[in-house]
């Protein structure tokens, strides 16, 4: 392999890392503890954060926080949820 084409891959790999870490960037690991209190309070109005896993097509567990208001507070039995 010439000199050159090391340079080359060299900036490729550079060029894909750079690209990665905008498009997929390294995951944060914390604690659940970390996240907070359970029960917190935004504008007078009282909220839960519920915590939950789903498992993917793949197989993997995904850790999810579910947010929503209080018993009370809530215009219906079913709320929506958005994952992404």
Partial sequence: ETLHKKMENIQIRNYT???NSIIRP???EY???ELGPTEFSI????YLRKDVGLVSQRGE???CSHFQP???DRLGTAMPCVVF
Avoid: G
Wanted: charged content about 40%.
């Fill in 17 to 19: 890392d750079i690209c």
């Fill in 26 to 28: 390294p995951r944060d």
């Fill in 31 to 33: 604690a659940i503890d």
């Fill in 43 to 46: 504008k007078d109005k009282v």
């Fill in 61 to 63: 567990l995904i850790a």
């Fill in 70 to 72: 209080i018993a009370e």
